[in-house]
């Protein structure tokens, strides 16, 4: 190996430590490979909201009478963001609408393990998206 080898090698090491050091094991999982990220064709449920940070999620929710049978979500955000709406919708996949309605971001910081404090905003920019694409059902 090469000494351009082994700085390569060494600093891709450390950011990889310093990562694991901010982000929970579930919240990289997310990020390294989203769930459900995508646009649905003819959802019968939309929203797309635009956070405090400037990061924009879109949420597409189909419906069977009151239950969420598929979720998917698209955004222009970070990672944290990224996980926050592939978790967020594998979430709700099979509840109610009741029940996904009173999902809160602390609900899904607990599934995710938390996040950095200054990215606890990218959990609830995706709740909120949610509860928009709720409150804007077609009949």
């Known amino acids: 190996m090469d000494d351009f080898d082994r700085f390569v090698n060494d600093l891709q090491r450390e950011i990889d430590e310093r990562t694991h050091a901010l982000y929970s094991d579930k919240v990289l999982a997310e990020v390294r490979n989203p769930r459900n990220m995508s646009r649905m064709d003819a959802p019968d449920a939309y929203a797309s909201v635009r956070g405090p940070c400037g990061d924009t999620m879109e949420m597409y929710l189909r419906l069977d009478g009151e239950r969420i049978i ?3 979500f698209t955004t ?3 990672g944290p963001t990224v996980a926050s ?3 967020l919708t594998t979430m709700v996949r099979g509840m109610s609408l009741a ?3 009173a999902l809160t971001p602390d609900d899904l910081l607990a599934a995710l393990d938390g996040l950095p404090a200054e990215h606890v905003h990218c959990a609830v ?3 909120d998206t949610l509860h928009q694409a709720l ?3 077609h009949p």
């Open 70 to 72: 598929e979720a998917t």
């Open 76 to 78: 222009d955000g970070c």
């Open 85 to 87: 709406g592939s978790k």
């Open 99 to 101: 029940e996904a309605d």
């Open 125 to 127: 920019l995706a709740v």
């Open 135 to 137: 409150a804007n059902q």
